[in-house]
C-alpha cells in the first residue's frame, strides 16, 4: 500500500539540503525537537520574515504519532541515562515512574520540555529513540484553523518546493493522518 501524503507550509531563512532534524538553541524547541510544519501560511510567512522564504512540503502519512505510541519504563530508562544534569534526569526519571502505565512519546516529550533539555543534543536524542520506537512525528492543534506538525523522522518529509502565490492560504487539515489511524478507519469501513 502507498502511503498517504499531506502538504504543510515550513518558513524559515534558509532551507539547505535534505530535512534532518538539528539541535535546536534554547527557546526554538517549546514543543519539542524536530522540524516543524504548519496548515498555515500566514504562521509560516512570520518564520520566514527577513528575507526567508516559505516552502511547501509534502509530507507522507507517518506510521505514528508519538501520541499513539505507548513505552515501558524500563525501555525508557536507557535514554533517561543520556541526560546531562544529575537533578534534571532524577527530576524526569520520578516523574515517569508516578506515569509508569501512561507513558507515550508524547508524554517524554512533554517532560523534556517542561525541564528545558528539547533543545541541544538532548532533543537529538529524544527524537531518534521515538523514531526507533515507532514515531515519526508530532500532531499539535493551534487554534480552530491550524495544525502544526512537527517532524522527528526526515525520512516522511517527501517533497520541496517554494511556496506561489496560487497555494492557498490555509492547507486542509483532515488529511493529515497517521497509518495507524488510516488502518482504523479502513476496518471501520
Not at 59 to 67: E, F, K, L, Y
Not at 112 to 118: G, K, Q, T
Request: hydrophobic share 35%; no cysteine.
Amino acid at each position: 500500500m502507498t502511503r498517504p501524503t499531506f502538504n504543510l507550509y515550513h518558513g524559515s531563512h534558509r532551507w539547505q539540503g535534505p530535512p534532518r532534524v538539528v539541535p535546536l538553541r534554547p527557546g526554538h524547541a517549546e514543543h519539542g525537537p524536530g522540524i516543524y510544519f504548519t496548515t498555515s501560511r500566514q504562521t509560516a510567512q512570520k518564520y520566514a520574515k527577513g528575507g526567508g522564504k516559505i516552502g511547501f512540503f509534502t509530507i507522507q502519512a507517518p506510521r505514528a504519532w508519538t501520541d499513539e505510541i505507548r513505552l515501558e519504563l524500563d525501555d525508557v530508562m536507557p535514554l533517561i541515562s543520556k541526560i546531562r544534569g544529575p537533578a534534571k534526569r532524577k527530576s524526569i526519571q520520578e516523574r515517569l515512574e508516578k506515569a509508569k502505565h501512561r507513558i507515550y512519546g508524547e508524554t517524554l516529550i512533554n517532560l523534556f520540555v517542561n525541564e528545558r533539555m528539547s533543545h541541544g543534543d538532548t532533543g537529538v536524542i529524544l527524537a531518534d529513540y521515538l523514531v526507533s520506537r515507532g514515531a515519526d512525528a508530532v500532531r499539535m492543534s493551534q487554534s480552530i484553523n491550524e495544525m502544526w506538525v512537527i517532524v522527528i523522522n526526515p525520512a516522511i518529509v517527501i517533497g520541496r518546493r517554494d511556496a506561489v502565490d496560487g497555494d492557498p492560504w490555509d492547507l486542509e487539515r483532515g488529511p493529515i493522518r497517521s497509518m495507524r489511524e488510516l488502518a482504523a478507519a479502513a476496518q471501520q469501513e
